[in-house]
């Protein structure tokens, strides 16, 4: 459930649901067949409302969660890896998120205003108003985020290799310096 004490201001809650009665969801962005998330969403001003997101099931052991977005009418559902962006007070105008690759964390970089997708090789961020930047691959086979601070998120690629590298992104830019060097 998304409450009080969210790292964004919102202005809504937000809880995952069970199957809705007969009526169905109110809103169904589902990008696989492999089942749904139900989620309830509780504008502070409108309408209750009902969204089924289906993710791709891509990876076994991506994210799934609701996550608080910069924008307080903004919430990121992610199902199995697969990111959406609902419109707390528009339901029609939530969207499936173009990214490529799935997401297996997120973390709030408050200072910048950040919602930042961790996926397998990038890091997208989303703004108030959607995706900012995506990241240029930056590792082989995974990432590790240590430390989000001071403009910079700091990590390891491929961390379970043989030669992890360490790699920071400019938060502002999406700049990488270090990581795989994956052109």
Known sequence: ?????????????????DLPAAGGADVELVAGSRGSI??????SSGPAWTGEFGGE??????????YPTPSPVRLC????????????LAPARSEQL?????????RPAVSERLLLLIGRWTITAVGPD????????????????DEIGD??????????????????????????VGGAGID
Do not use: K
Not at 2 to 14: H, K, L, Q
Not at 38 to 43: A, K, L, Q, S
Not at 57 to 66: E, F, Q
Not at 130 to 145: N, Q
């Open 1 to 17: 459930m998304i409450g009080p004490g969210r790292v964004f201001p919102a202005e809504y809650e937000a809880q995952l649901t």
């Open 130 to 145: 959607g995706i900012v930047w995506t990241s240029p691959r930056i590792a082989f086979d995974g990432l590790r985020v």
């Open 57 to 66: 099931a891509l990876v076994r052991t991506a994210a799934t969660g609701l």
């Open 98 to 106: 173009e990214i490529d690759d799935p997401v297996m964390d997120v």
């Open 77 to 88: 559902v992610v199902d199995r890896g697969t990111a959406f962006l609902a419109d707390v």
């Open 151 to 176: 403009g910079l998120l700091r990590g390891v690629a491929d961390p379970e290799d043989d030669e992890p590298r360490d790699f920071a992104v400019d938060l502002r830019t999406a700049q990488v």
């Open 38 to 43: 139900f989620v309830t969403i509780e504008p």
